[in-house]
């Protein structure tokens, strides 16, 4: 078994992972995991499945012809894990909105290194004034040559540039 990592891109509608499933089982394939969600009247998702390599060719022309069906899927091998040794850490960030915050926060994580896991961002109304607010949450994985006290402090210094809450913590 051979592991593929799917992108899906769609205009949200009924069954549409159905389909990508049943593309999947068909060709003796088993699906690992996924991080999907609707946005904007879209489908995204990424999915990591495992296919027997004689089926790959069957599994491509088969997603290829979901296009037909405005079902936009691109195939990728999976990749190596990262070498070396890391923390995890979460951190939430709450700020007043303002373009650019993704783009100063990201940057400083990798100056120092750090691998973005996973990323959730949101700009919703804030409850009492109706003012824009930007929230983040990530999963980090810190390399543990870079004391976590080092982290804080260049994140902390960015925070306080951008006018954001932003707290970082140890996943258990």
Known sequence: MDHLILTVIAEDQPGLVERLAACVAKHGGNWLESRMARMAGQFAGIV???????????LIRELEALGAQGIRVQLAASGSEPGGRFAAIRLELVGNDRPGIVRDITRVLAEQGVNLESLLTEVAPAPMSGELLFTAEALLAVPETLPLEQLQTRLETLADDLMVELNLRTEE
């Open 48 to 58: 990591r499945v495992d296919v027997p390599a004689e089926a790959h060719g069957g």
